[in-house]
């Protein structure tokens, strides 16, 4: 593509975001280059996620865009700790209709002294997690 958004490093090297898209350039790509892709695309990641947050201050503020405003949008959840709603979906449904807290939830409302009974059963599990040097 002649105009497209393009990444280049240290180097000179050029990264166009078609290659970003494009399954079959990237497995092309040789271990290096790919990693030098990977950073900057982990570097592009922080100023991204640094703008937005600097968008959202400005709207927060009323800042006006010509193109950019806060739109509306709805959810639905239930109360976080009322015990009739609790009690009432319970003796309805079953304990499958309640959420059981994580260790963390759990140590912030009940403090430390939970911990005892949260170590008899609470399952470790590992995950694999990239690591940049």
Known sequence: MANEITIIDDFGQKFGLSIMTDDAQLKQLDNATFEDLVYLIKYLKNGIKKTDAELKARLDKGA??????????????????????????????????LVVKSPTQLKKQFGATIQEDLDKVVIHKTQNRVKYD
Do not use: M, T
Request: net charge negative; proline share 3%; no cysteine.
């Open 64 to 97: 006006q865009f010509k193109h950019i405003s806060y739109g509306e949008s709805s959810r639905q959840e239930l109360p976080a700790d009322d015990d009739k709603v609790k009690q009432a979906f319970y003796n309805k449904y079953g304990l499958d209709a």
